[in-house]
């Protein structure tokens, strides 16, 4: 791994971008951001002195008070006054890691030169990720348009010594850090404010963190999908590669030869069968899991799309002399990718549920509730109760956020993507996601010891952990620790925080 990222306005991968952020490489500005950072402060400070024509945000109101001129004396006053009254977030402080990758994509997204900053602006940034000086920032208050105006905010506060931060494993007030370290605030000067809050960089960096633990979410719902096909004595004819080559979806074939490598020399599996066919649930896995694989598919490239993109506003077009204002800002395309990827993830949950319900409903020889004596204990009866609560939350904030919109700033704001909340949402729900394959995973598992044949031997290898952390339950015992145990090491796989 690089000792240090050099930021110089290349394109990043959302793969390459992981790299940097999971091992917490130092960065650093490269020549060529260097100098489109000066020029583009350069030409705007001139432009500032050598016209009065008004230019929204720079020497102007925000939002509806666009129409109100500002005299050049209190430019300064102006955008700090911006970052004071637009930092009020509420609800839980948003976690470490999450807020540090926000500081990541705002330091790449300055360093484009398109936003007039001063230098040391985006220098004091890379200080603070480099030192770990992470602002707190809290969850609820962007409408995902106008930039995330409240997260944004609390970012930016630090810089002008307010607001607090992270540091050395406790919040502390930001002027006592800046004081300790001998660091001055920033004064930040004309358009600066408007640059630090006019972004998508809550939205990206929430939505990066669940882009990433999707796709590792989605792996082991694979896995565990073919660890329930054997514990029901199910059919490997669906995950022929025919059948995929003639709806050659590919997420759909991704899925059928994960399946297919998993299951390669399970004894039960490749048996002669006394059914015909298994339920959807079992059948369809390549259907229903390689639809989600296409949906994180889209969400990863757009995402990608906005790892290097310019969402300020106004931009400085250095090239051509000129100051314009535009949308860049509005969350659209993140608010509508994220709402795929809560629709893509929440199927993962609601199939999982219909695979477990199937195997504790004593059928293919297996007995109710997988519990030796049925009646006397209940088994494993309730697990899927919780589970199917949990996919009953998913599918209700599942709702699309993106047909949603509430007009602010007096009409001038009429239309908002509501991205943040997307991202919000999908959060909690890959968080339901996990504990419903976490049962699914508990009542495969249990339903493998009532089996004469051994599982495939891709199988004892995925399940060694577990079955370490949870025995047979030969009679009724508090389950919710088991539970615990599996949902635990399925984080250690999926997890995204470095």
Not at 80 to 85: A, G, I, K, P, Q
Not at 325 to 345: C, K, Q, T, Y
Request: hydrophobic fraction near 40%; include cysteine.
């Amino acid at each position: 791994m690089d000792k240090v990222f050099i930021i110089d306005n290349d394109p990043i991968s959302q793969d390459r971008l992981r790299e940097i952020f999971m091992a917490r490489t130092p960065l650093q500005l490269g020549e060529t951001a260097r100098r489109r950072i000066e020029a583009a402060y350069g030409f705007l400070q001139r432009k500032i002195h050598e016209s009065e024509t008004p230019v929204y945000g720079i020497n102007t109101g925000f939002g509806s008070l666009a129409r109100v001129k500002i005299k050049p004396e209190n430019l300064q006053l102006l955008q700090e006054n911006l970052v004071r009254s637009h930092a009020c977030g509420t609800g839980d402080a948003l976690d470490v890691p999450t807020v540090r990758l926000m500081l990541l994509l705002k330091i790449i997204t300055l360093a484009k030169g398109y936003s007039g900053v001063q230098l040391q602006t985006v220098e004091r940034l890379i200080d603070f990720y480099n030192h770990d000086i992470v602002p707190v920032v809290y969850e609820n208050g962007s409408l995902g348009a106008s930039g995330d105006l409240a997260p944004l905010a609390h970012l930016a506060l630090p810089l002008i010594g307010e607001g607090e931060v992270h540091y050395e494993g406790r919040i502390r007030p930001a002027a006592e850090v800046l004081q300790a370290l001998n660091l001055e605030p920033i004064r930040l000067q004309a358009k600066e404010g408007l640059a630090l809050l006019n972004g998508t960089q809550f939205m990206t960096a929430l939505g990066l963190m669940n882009l990433w633990k999707a796709e590792k979410l989605d792996l082991l719902a694979d896995r565990i999908a073919a660890v329930s096909l054997e514990a029901y004595d199910g059919r490997i004819e669906p995950f022929d590669e025919t059948v995929q080559n003639i709806r050659p979806y590919p997420g759909q074939a991704e899925t059928a030869r994960r399946i297919r490598t998993q299951l390669a020399d399970s004894a039960i599996i490749h048996r002669p069968k006394k059914h015909v066919q298994d339920p959807y649930s079992f059948r369809c896995v390549p259907q229903v899991h390689g639809a989600v694989k296409d949906a994180i598919g889209y969400v990863a490239r757009t995402f990608e799309v906005e790892i290097n993109a310019v969402t300020d506003n106004p931009v400085i077009d250095i090239e051509n002399e000129r100051i314009l204002s535009g949308g860049n800002f509005h969350g659209e395309p993140l608010a509508m990718a994220s709402d795929m990827l809560a629709i893509a993830v929440s199927e993962l949950a609601n199939i999982s549920e219909r695979r477990t319900y199937r195997l504790i409903s004593g059928k293919r020889e297996l007995p109710a509730y997988l519990t030796p004596r049925p009646g006397l204990n209940s088994g494993l009866m309730i697990p899927q109760y919780m589970a199917a609560s949990l996919v009953n939350q998913n599918k209700q904030l599942a709702v699309p956020n993106s047909t949603d919109s509430i007009e602010s700033s007096n009409g001038q704001e009429d239309h908002v993507s509501m991205g943040a909340n997307s991202v919000l949402k999908t959060r909690r729900i890959l968080r339901n996601t996990q504990t419903v394959l976490a049962v699914e995973l508990l009542t495969a598992m249990q339903a493998l010891h009532f089996r004469k044949l051994n599982p495939s031997s891709a199988t004892r290898r995925f399940l060694e952990p577990f079955g370490k952390a949870v025995p047979f339950l030969e009679h009724d015992e508090i389950l919710y620790g088991y539970i615990r145990k599996i949902d635990e090491i399925l984080e250690r796989e999926t997890g995204v925080m470095p």
